[in-house]
């Protein structure tokens, strides 16, 4: 059963899907991926990140938050569209790794710049 709007907002959990889109774009963006399919994500990053500003600056049982709350759901459900049962977390984790230790390839390009 979904929750109720008038719960609290999930702010942890959606500040952990927010950094799971976030490696999702690294993964893509060293990937390959076309300007779109990183436009896509990007928007869903974007929503759930305003979610959480929203939900942030609103009190439980007005308006802002539900609206916090809807935001993010849709969000939620899209994020669901950038992955499937085949695609292997390992990319995700590595991409991930590398923004968190300066490995990532936008660290490497800058080093070979050097």
Sequence with gaps: ??????????LEAVRDLLGVVRAIYAAAKQSGASRNELMKITKVGKDLADSIELAQSTRPGTMGRRAAWERAEQATRRVADLVDALTPAEPLVLAARGRVTGMGAAAKKRRMER
């Design 1 to 10: 059963m979904p929750l109720s709007h008038d719960e609290a907002f999930p």
